[in-house]
């Protein structure tokens, strides 16, 4: 199968900084890539749909300019969590597949603690 | 709004039994179905991809079932192992200009050698 290469698998920060995580599709190129938030013990909640060359489409209730999506190129998407709080600690999670509605491939997600 | 329930939540059994995760969901207007599993802190490894035409789907003990106009899935694990334990997700890939996947809240197997 595909390779979905998430950056970094955990990350520790201190209240009101700023965390990018990488999102790389290593043997493939990935026009829409996707990022999912997930809380303990629920399941994976989509956040937002990460488009190449155009802006990230955000789902009712995700703030888009605190999380902040950029798809520069074909195999690489990033997600900024800006002015983290608390709150925002989680497991985020991206995901990419080669097609529409083909086999989708995940990362290996990135657990954020804010401090 | 397409909903997706996974029963049982949580399933214990000893090492060897064949074991049935259910998955359900609200709307048959999907592209596919896909099987995941999830180990602790970790991503999500895909298991089974089944087609919206397709019945069913098998790779190694493992075999998938997909009942559309019911809106039904099941993963069948055969002779589980220890290795098996595990939480096991059912995802959708919704119809109608969307790529997005919708997840159950998933069955976390243990497997008691």
């Known amino acids: 199968g595909a390779v979905v290469s998430q950056h970094p698998s955990r990350v520790i920060c201190k209240s009101g900084t700023s965390v990018k995580i990488e999102c790389r599709s290593l043997?493939?190129?990935?026009?829409?890539m996707f990022w999912y938030r997930q809380f303990p013990k629920q399941s994976l909640m989509l956040m937002a749909t990460s488009n190449e060359g155009s802006k990230a489409t955000y789902e009712q209730g995700v703030e888009k300019d605190k999380f902040l999506i950029n798809h520069a190129s074909l195999t690489l998407s990033t997600l900024t969590v800006t002015s983290a709080h608390p709150e925002d600690s989680s497991f985020y999670i991206c995901?990419?597949?080669?097609?529409?509605?083909?086999?989708?491939?995940f990362g290996q997600g990135t657990r954020l603690t804010v401090v | 709004k397409q909903e997706v329930t996974q029963i049982p939540a949580a399933l214990s059994v000893p090492e060897g039994e064949n074991l049935v995760l259910n998955c359900s969901f609200t709307d048959s207007a999907i592209y596919n179905l896909q099987w995941f599993r999830q180990d602790p802190g970790k991503g999500l490894t895909s298991l089974l991809l089944?087609?919206?035409?397709?019945r069913e789907q098998t790779s190694g003990r493992l075999n998938a079932s997909l009942d559309k106009s019911s809106g039904r899935s099941t993963l069948y694990i055969a002779a589980s192992q220890p290795g098996d334990s595990a939480t096991y997700l059912c995802?959708?890939?919704?119809?109608?200009?969307?790529?997005?996947?919708?997840f159950g809240k998933g069955t976390k197997l243990t497997v008691n050698p």
């Open positions: 089944i087609q919206s035409s397709q």
């Open positions: 043997d493939f190129q990935a026009t829409t």
């Open positions: 995901s990419a597949g080669r097609t529409r509605s083909t086999e989708a491939f």
């Open positions: 995802a959708v890939h919704l119809v109608g200009g969307s790529e997005k996947l919708v």
